[in-house]
């Protein structure tokens, strides 16, 4: 069993930039495949990138270039950092953990881009 928890969300400029954590606690985090999902105001929840265990990386085609997925192993963390952030990038983040047979979903955080 997993719990997360999402941090650094918060209202940015057009262009600005933010990195999200997602802390997890509980055991074995090196094993889950970690993503970020993010929910719009009337819009279901998208996939906007994913780590694997042996970080490789994926990413929606409307963040490649701007977002950065990361792990941190030794800190149970996962990072997204976002730059050139766009109006359009204004929702709910949600940090997810799987493996085989079992999911867990943080709370989630709020980004606002917004002038």
């Known amino acids: 069993q997993v719990q997360l928890v999402e941090s650094g969300g918060g209202l940015v400029q057009p262009g600005g930039s933010l990195r999200l954590s997602c802390a997890a606690s509980g055991t074995f985090f090196s094993i889950y495949t970690m993503a970020w999902y993010r929910q719009a105001p009337g819009k279901q929840r998208e996939l906007v990138a994913t780590v694997t265990t042996n970080s490789n990386t994926n990413y929606a085609d409307s963040v490649k270039g701007r977002f950065t997925i990361s792990r941190d192993n030794a800190k149970n963390t996962v990072y997204l950092q976002m730059n050139n952030l766009k109006p359009e990038d204004t929702a709910v983040y949600y940090c997810?953990?799987?493996?085989?047979?079992?999911?867990?979903w943080g709370q989630g955080t709020q980004v606002t881009v917004s002038s």
């Open positions: 997810n953990a799987r493996k085989i047979g079992y999911e867990a």
